[in-house]
């Protein structure tokens, strides 16, 4: 004879784990919208970065050579955006743990004064 037992927890647990629950709603939310806000930054930081340069072969490189010169720290990502650029959208692979944060990144609403 074998007994399907399940086991209790008590109400005390319950309602524990149920504020819990809640606790990471509430903290899953914020972190979205401070990766929203990073995001708007970004954009206006790269939008008075363009603003700034005065060279015309802005639009063909993501990082100028001038920025690169003001920030030399900016190289190895200079190198990986170059990397991305020269290959096809289909090529470039984005890993499971990331596609959260992209679909977020895709969805992401900008302010206008942003652009």
Do not use: W
Not at 40 to 67: F, G, H, N
Not at 82 to 90: C, F, G, H, I, S
């Amino acid at each position: 004879m074998t007994s399907s037992r399940t086991p209790q927890i008590s109400s005390k647990e319950q309602a524990k784990l149920l504020s819990r629950g809640e606790e990471l709603t509430k903290q899953e939310s914020s972190l979205k919208r401070e990766y929203t806000t990073m995001l708007r930054k970004l954009a206006s930081v790269t939008a008075v970065l363009q603003e700034l340069e005065d060279d015309p072969r802005v639009a063909e490189r993501v990082i100028s050579e001038a920025a690169l010169l003001k920030v030399p720290d900016l190289k190895p990502y200079s190198r990986l955006l170059d990397e991305l650029d020269n290959k096809a959208p289909e090529d470039i692979e984005i890993p499971d743990f990331l596609q959260e944060s992209y679909a977020l990144y895709k969805s992401a609403p900008l302010l206008y004064k942003d652009l």
